[in-house]
């Protein structure tokens, strides 16, 4: 007796599963004593797990200037980003730390407008600053966490120019206190 085509095909699983996101948050701002580089710390907020980005010195400035809750006279990029945003009726969903190669981190925006949802690739020293000023969460691919292990710590800071080595010694040099003292 011979089954019906109905009955001979099995449910097969879905081998395409959506990569497992941890929900952190900013843990802080430090300074790898090796490349000089700026690092984020990134925090599972209902774990011990924790992400280090290595940044540049303006998402950093950007990044601990509102971590600190220092306001600018005027709108930095960030801020500006986030007031374009708010008139033309963009709303931040949340953001995605989504993928690690050749010691590079990739990032998503997650919006809507219009009433449309979309995603947009960021990277993810602007996301974390713009997660910041809208209060969008922070999701981290688990996968993204298993690779952070084995980034190779040898790397060279991308701006190896006199510019940025000057910015990386002004970064280094402040403190929360200073930021109250320029006017922009």
Known sequence: MALSKEYQ???EPDLMEEPMYRPMVISGLTVDPLTNSPIVILKEIDGEKT???WIGLLEATAIASELEGIKFSR???HDLVKNIMEQVGVK?????????????Y??????????KEM???ARPSDALALS???????????EVIQKSSQIDLKAEPEDKS????KWQEILESLHPEDFGKYKM
């Open 51 to 53: 992400l280090p980005i």
């Open 119 to 121: 995603s947009i690739d």
């Open 75 to 77: 709108p930095m990029t």
């Open 92 to 104: 931040i969903l949340k953001i995605e730390v989504c993928d690690l190669k050749n010691n590079t």
């Open 132 to 142: 910041l000023r809208v209060n969008a969460p922070i999701y981290v691919a688990e």
């Open 9 to 11: 095909k099995k449910e």
């Open 106 to 115: 990739y990032a998503l925006i997650h919006f809507t407008h219009g009433g």
């Open 162 to 165: 006199e510019q940025g080595k």
